[in-house]
Every structure is written in structure tokens, then in C-alpha cells.
């Protein structure tokens, strides 16, 4: 049956984003792949950094199956934490740094353009955990958001909570795995963050 953005984000539907894909054609795909830092090193202050992989041409026949699967495209979970990151905080692309507390400024390296709609895309990835693939992130003292994925045997989640006022994003890979996997791992992360630990029980016995 018809399915919206919200549905299609909430259920990885792989259909939907296929035909989005094949809509928008390749070159616009690529270009805002690339606005959002898919292909090209963070600059994290690592030595080492891989700036994976945007393919430079891909034939019509096989656009929709990168829009859905990510086929040809390498990437890091630091770069998908990067594109996480500007899809919730309205499109800036900031400069990941390993840094203390004390002395971290943010670095902002590029906007994406003005028309660019983002629209839509909180809720679906709120759905996601609330009612969809990522639901074994669900906990109704932390609002956690995100995006699960599958391929290959590896599964991952991309989320960032809370998510009426995001200040944590959180990439979390399992292999053997898949999204729902990913996303229990995530849950557990965000429970140590918002959640205080329970204070230990002690029994007092009589004398």
C-alpha cells in the first residue's frame, strides 16, 4: 500500500528509497552525498582517516539499488555520525574532534543550501524507535531517534537523543548483526548516559 517518508524511515522500507533514488537521478544523489560529507575525510584529528567512497558515475539501472543498499558506497561510522548530525541541528556540517571538555570549540566546515528540505525526517526517525526497525531502542525515560541499516551481516543504527533536543549522536555497528541488534546496543548506551545507575541494596541484619 502507499507508504510516506515517515513510514519508509520507521520501517527501513528499501522500496521507497529506491524510487526516490531513481527520481532524483544520480547526480543529484551524488551532490548531496557529497554535501554531506559522504567521500571526503571528516578532517577528525586522527591520524589515518579513511575518506571512503562516493562512486563518480553510476548507470541508471543501478541508482535505485545505491539510494536503498548503499551499493558502491564505503563509508566510516564517523562520517554517518557526521550526517546524522547535520540532519537533526538544520544542516551544518561541523568537524568531529577527539578533544577534552575544557578546551573543545566547535569547527563548522560548510552548510548545506538554503532550499534544502529536511522536513519529515525527525519523525520518521522517531517512528523508527517508537514503532519500527529500531524499536529495541525504545525506552519511555529516553526519547532516542535514528535510522537502522543491514548489509552484508553488519548492522547499524544511526540515532541521537533526546530527540526534541538532540545533544548526543551515537553510530553503533554489530557484525554478525542487523539494525534491531544495533539499535539494542544503542539503547543500553543511551540508558548509561540519561539514566542514573540504582543505588545498591543493603540488608541490615538483626543481632
Known sequence: GPIDLRRALAQSCNPYFEAVGERLGYATVQ?????????????????????????????????????????????????IAVLMSAMVNGGIVYQPQVSGPGDFVARERWRLPPQTVLGGL?????????????????????????????????????????????EVVIVTLVRPGNGHSASAVAGRIYQRLYKPAPLPTVSAGGG
Open 31 to 79: 551532490r548531496y552525498a557529497h554535501l554531506l560529507g559522504l567521500g571526503t575525510a571528516t578532517g577528525i584529528n586522527l591520524e589515518g582517516e579513511s575518506r571512503g567512497l562516493m562512486p563518480a558515475f553510476v548507470p541508471p539501472s543501478r541508482v535505485g539499488h545505491l539510494s536503498s543498499h548503499a551499493a558502491g558506497i564505503r563509508t566510516s561510522a564517523v562520517q
Open 122 to 166: 525527525a519523525e520518521g526517525f522517531l517512528s523508527a524507535v517508537n514503532e519500527g526497525s529500531a524499536a529495541s531502542a525504545f525506552d519511555p525515560d529516553v526519547i532516542v531517534a535514528g535510522k537502522t541499516g543491514t548489509c552484508s551481516g553488519l548492522g547499524w543504527f544511526a540515532s541521537y537523543a533526546p530527540a526534541d533536543r538532540p
